[in-house]
C-alpha cells in the first residue's frame, strides 16, 4: 500500500538536510563559545581565581538580556546584522546566525551550573599542588563538569531544533518553512502532520544519544 503524498518526498528530504544544516552549525557555534563564556562567569565571579565582580556583571547582564528577548523577535531585531554578515535575509545560512546568537548564552548558563557543581575540594587540592589556574580549568573543572555539559548540549540542540521551525515563518527554509507555506498557507493537514512527526522523531533521536552518552560518562 503506497503513501499518497499531497507534495514530492525529496521536498521533505531537503527541509529535514537544511533543519540539519542550520541545527548542526549553530549548534557548533554555541558549543564552541559557549563554554569559554561560561568558563569567564565562573572565573570572574566572586571567589573566581580571576575574580571581578564589574565584568561578571557586566558579562551576566548581556547574556541575561539576550536570554531574555524571545527568538522569534531576536530574528527580526538582528537583520541588519544578518545581512551585514551572510549577504541575505533568508535562507538557511541567514537563519543560522540569529539561531546561534540565541543559542551560546542559553548554553553558556547551562555550562555555568555544571561548572558550579564541580566539588571545591578538587580544585582546592589543584591549587595546592601548584597547578595553573588555567590548567584547573582543563584538567579540573571541564572533565568534572562534562556529564553536565553533555547533558545542557543536549537540552540547547533540542531548543534549536523548535527554534529553527519557528525562523520558517521568515523563510529560513527547513522544516518550519516546509509546515507553514505547503501545509498551514494551503491548508493541508497531511504536510503538518508529517512534519510534525519528523521533528518529534528528530528531537527523540538526539535526546536519546545525549541521555546515552551522558550515562557512559557518569559510569566512567
Given at each position: 500500500m503506497s503513501l499518497n503524498l499531497s507534495?514530492?518526498?525529496?521536498?521533505?528530504?531537503?527541509?529535514?538536510?537544511?533543519?540539519?544544516m542550520m541545527v548542526g552549525v549553530s549548534g557548533g557555534i554555541a558549543l564552541a563559545a559557549g563554554i569559554p563564556l561560561a568558563v569567564l562567569l565562573i572565573v570572574t565571579a566572586p571567589g573566581g581565581f580571576l575574580a571581578s565582580p564589574r565584568t561578571h556583571r557586566a558579562l551576566g547582564s548581556v547574556i541575561n538580556g539576550f536570554r531574555a528577548t524571545p527568538f522569534i523577535v531576536l530574528l527580526v531585531a538582528l537583520i541588519p546584522f544578518t545581512r551585514l554578515v551572510t549577504g541575505t535575509t533568508i535562507g538557511v545560512w541567514a537563519?543560522?546566525?540569529?539561531l546561534a546568537i540565541s543559542a551560546t548564552p542559553f548554553f553558556a548558563r547551562i555550562v555555568e551550573v555544571s561548572l558550579r557543581e564541580?566539588?571545591?575540594?578538587?580544585i582546592e587540592a589543584a591549587q595546592a599542588m601548584?597547578?595553573?589556574?588555567?590548567?584547573?580549568?582543563?584538567h579540573v573543572y571541564l572533565p568534572e563538569a562534562l556529564p553536565g555539559i553533555v547533558g545542557g548540549f543536549t537540552i540547547t540542540l533540542v531548543a534549536l531544533i523548535s527554534?529553527?521551525?519557528?525562523a520558517g515563518a521568515v523563510g529560513a527554509g527547513g522544516l518550519g518553512d516546509l509546515a507553514i507555506r505547503y501545509g498551514y498557507q494551503r491548508f493541508d493537514t497531511q504536510v503538518m502532520l508529517l512534519v510534525i512527526a519528523v521533528l518529534i522523531?528528530?528531537?527523540?533521536?538526539?535526546?536519546?544519544?545525549?541521555?546515552?552518552?551522558?550515562?557512559?560518562?557518569?559510569s566512567r
Open positions: 507534495i514530492p518526498i525529496e521536498r521533505y528530504g531537503n527541509a529535514l538536510a537544511d533543519t540539519l537563519a543560522i546566525v540569529p564541580v566539588d571545591p575540594g578538587l601548584g597547578c595553573r589556574k588555567w590548567d584547573i580549568v582543563r527554534s529553527s521551525a519557528m522523531a528528530l528531537v527523540t533521536v538526539v535526546q536519546v544519544l545525549g541521555d546515552r552518552y551522558v550515562r557512559r560518562l557518569r
